[in-house]
Structure formats: structure tokens, C-alpha cells
């Protein structure tokens, strides 16, 4: 039973724009490291935030965790989103907070109103948060501001908030388009060795063909709102990718 | 066509033009100068009794009546000096209360109601500066009574626009990613404005809350003008008995009050900054 799956997924962001996606179909299984890789504009973004519905589709199916997400009324979305972890290009963090509170708001779908008003996290949810900070190597930086902190670092902190949901799906968005090359590697690196750990599986947009070809055992091609490509890494082919970018103006 | 020529041509055009810019800035300056002279002459010469100021040594007597301190009267002003700089602090703290659901109403991207709301909420930021302090204390007096209460009303309802416009501005201008991250946890409304927005604008909001209390020291020391409590009361009392030195004593109560706000706001807004 797969974890995630899409079908003829449609979106247009106003009634007469342009369609973004163009009816997408794929399935996310347990233990898949699945790859979106295509141009800018593609869609990938889109389509990745359409699975925890931070976008709404505009036709087909979402299945996750066997609830039809397009469904959910906004406390049961709330709830599912609790178990989709997310990890953001620009790590989306909260600046003015220190970066234990950071990772503690992974915790708020958890967490009531007024507890929240006073940043009152349980002592569990403290314990769980110092653990994953040392997971990924932060624990010198807990009470620093988030803004101190450098790209790689913030990222690290965004993964830690997203391990804080215990979550039962990855979704990346462009993790590392925002860190050099080094670093990318690192953090994609931690990224499939804590998923393999906790069994989770992900869902990545990436640009980096590269990467996606080194960390992911599987890969969709999205083209203008159309999927060109969805197999395992190893079948694809350089020609496979000069479908995906053929479109690209370089 | 010489090289000449060509510089010819274009020291004639520079003059043409230079002389158009000439004229234009001496019809400006003639009109400024027209209207200045024509408002000069409705207001002040047509209009002042000059027959009761009497010559120089008359204005100069009148003020002097201003000097002689009356400095008996210190012992009367702790209270109401007291009295107004407590208004200001409440007033201001009532206006950030009422300028919550009006700056929730009146930012863009949050208003419940992009339609119906959003003009309710900037309707009610321009209502609140448009009428002037006095007038509001004048409308409170009338339905609450004399004291320092109507004052303290008059001075919320006029916070209200400033303080509710500028943190409706940032509001409309904060970054979307860290609200996205909190919607995506599965965060609730409330969450998403306190962890999402509220880091954001806090900053801007509380300077601009230090600023209107200053501001606010100001205007409570006349809200007794009208019966609305604080020294403005003590400055009209002296003013009715012909109590001169009396006037300059609350006139410098009023001034140290004022430093000490500019003062105190002055380390806020370092340490908010």
C-alpha cells in the first residue's frame, strides 16, 4: 500500500491562469527517496505543496495515509499535515526566535492555544527537541537566535523541526538550492540517513539533477505541468533528461 | 556645419531654456507671496482688536504678569502631573487593545473579509485620527462624565489610527515563508499569527506604541481643557482666576513631564531596537 498517491492532479491558481499541472499521476511507497527533478516553472514546487494542500488542487485525487486529502475539513487537514514533515529552499524559518523554539514549533499541531501563548512545550517535546538538535550536529547553537545562524546550519534547523512531528512523509522543497555545493551534499546526506533511520519516506524537489541521481533511489521528470519521467534512478538516461529540459531556454 | 556652429546652437538653447526656468520659478514665488499676503490680511490685519493691545509696553506688561511665578501652587500640582502621566500609560495600553482587531481588520492579507472588513477596519484607522483629541474628550465627557476616565477614552480612541495603521503595514509586509512553515506543522490560526506573524512585526509595533505614548503625554495634559482630568484641568482653573504665575506653573509641569516621556521613550525604543 503506497503512502502517498496522486492521480490526474490539476491545478490552476486563478480561473483563467495558465494550468500549472496538467494531471499527475505517481505513488509514493514506504521506503522511496523519490525525486521531482525538472526545469524552473515546471511545477514541482506546486505539486509538492499540493500533497499537504498548503495549495488546493483544482481536480484529481490525493491520497495520503489512506484519507482523501482533498476532503479533509480544516481541523482534519490540520491534523494530517501534523504527520507530513517539511523542509523548505529558504528553510522558512522564524528569525527573531532562538532556534530551540524553532525546532519546538515543529510541535505546535500538538500543542493548544494557550500553551503556545507561553511557549510552554512539554518537557518531552524539550527532550525530543535537544536529541534532534544533536542528531544534526546543532547542539552548541540551541539558544542562538535563528538569524545567526549560517544557510547550513538554518537548514539543519529546518530538518530538526520537521523530525519533531514525527513524521510519517518527507516533503523537500529544494533543500539545498540555497547552500554551495559542499554543504548541499552534507545536508542531503543527513536528509536520507535520518528518513532511512525513522523509515520514512520523501518526496524531493531538486533542481540538481546530480544529486537527485546520487540520493534518490527513484525520479519523476515534470515538464510544464506533464510528467515526462517516473522510474528508478539507474534507468534513467541521458536522454530521458534531454526530454525534461528540452524546453529550457539556456 | 562647424564645431562652432554646433556650440552656437546649443548656448541659444541652454539660454532659451534657463530663461523659461527663470520665469517660471519668479511666477511662483509671485503667486506664493500673493496668497501669503492676501491669508495675512483675512486673518490678522481685519481681524485683531488692534485698539486693545495698546502699544508696545501693554504686550510687554502682559506677559510679564506670565513671570511672577506662583510657586505656592507646587504642592497642588503632584497630583495632577501624576494624574496625567497615569492617563497617557493607560490610554496608550486601552489603544493597543482596541487597535488589535482594527489593524486585524485592516491588513490585506489577513482581513476575514477582503470585501466587507477590510474597509470597516480602514475606515476605522481614518475615523480615529480625523477626529481631534479634544474633540473625543468632549464626546466622552458628555457620555461617561467629568474625571480623568473620559480622558483616558479620548486618548485610546486616538491611538487608535496610528497604532493600528502602521502594524496593519507590517502586517501586510512580513515575509510569507516562516507563516507557510507554520501552517505546515499543522499549526491553527492562532498559532500562525503568534509564531508567524507576531516575531515579525514586534518590533515595529512597539516602537510605534512608544511613540504614540509619547505623544500621548502630550495630549492627556489637556484633556482637562475640557473636564477630561489632568493637569489641563489645574491650567484652565488658573487661567479663569487670572492667575498668571499659576499658568506658567502647570506650563512647566506640563514641559517636565514631556522631557521625562521623551526621556523614558528615548531607552525603550534603544532597547526595543
Sequence with gaps: MAVLSVRNLKVRYSGKGPEILKGIDFDVEGDDFLAIIGPSGAGKSTLIRCVNRLVEPTDGTITLLDQDVRALKPRALRELRRDVGMIFQEFNLINRMSVMDNVLSGRLGYTGNLRSLFRHFTKDDIRQALDFLERVGLSDHVDKRADELSGGQRQRVGIARALMQQPKLLLLDEPTSALDPKISQEVMALIREIAKELRVPALCNIHDVQLAKEFCNRIIGLQDGIKKFDGETRTLRDADLEDIYAMEVL | ?273
Design chain 2, 1 to 273: 556645419m562647424s564645431a562652432t556652429d554646433s556650440l552656437a546652437g546649443s548656448l541659444n538653447l541652454q539660454t532659451g531654456l534657463r530663461r523659461k526656468r527663470q520665469l517660471r520659478l519668479a511666477l511662483i514665488w509671485g503667486l506664493f507671496i500673493l496668497f501669503t499676503a492676501w491669508c495675512v490680511n483675512g486673518t490678522i490685519i481685519e481681524d485683531t482688536d488692534w485698539s486693545r493691545i495698546g502699544g508696545r509696553s501693554g504686550v510687554l506688561a502682559s506677559f510679564g504678569r506670565y513671570i511672577q511665578l506662583d510657586l505656592g501652587l507646587v504642592s497642588e500640582l503632584i497630583l495632577p502631573t501624576i494624574e496625567t502621566f497615569m492617563m497617557a500609560c493607560v490610554g496608550t495600553v486601552l489603544g493597543c487593545f482596541f487597535s488589535l482587531p482594527v489593524a486585524w481588520l485592516g491588513a490585506a492579507n489577513v482581513t476575514p473579509s477582503r470585501h466587507i472588513l477590510y474597509p470597516v477596519g480602514r475606515f476605522l484607522m481614518v475615523l480615529s485620527r480625523s477626529v481631534h483629541e479634544i474633540v473625543w474628550a468632549l464626546i466622552f465627557v458628555s457620555a461617561v462624565g467629568l474625571g480623568a476616565l473620559p480622558g483616558i477614552l479620548a486618548i485610546a480612541m486616538r491611538s487608535v489610527g496610528f497604532i493600528s495603521k502602521i502594524t496593519a503595514e507590517a502586517i501586510e509586509n512580513i515575509d510569507a515563508k516562516p507563516v507557510e512553515a507554520i501552517r505546515a506543522v499543522g499549526g491553527n490560526q492562532f498559532q500562525v499569527m503568534y509564531y508567524g506573524i507576531l516575531p515579525q512585526i514586534y518590533p515595529v509595533v512597539l516602537a510605534t506604541v512608544i511613540f504614540e505614548w509619547d505623544i500621548n503625554i502630550r495630549r492627556s495634559a489637556v484633556m482637562g481643557l475640557v473636564g477630561a482630568g489632568g493637569l489641563g484641568l489645574l491650567f484652565f482653573r488658573q487661567m479663569n482666576s487670572f492667575n498668571y504665575g499659576g499658568v506658567t506653573m502647570v506650563i512647566l509641569a506640563i514641559l517636565l513631564l514631556i522631557v521625562l516621556g521623551e526621556v523614558i521613550s528615548h531607552y525603550l525604543r534603544k532597547a526595543v531596537i
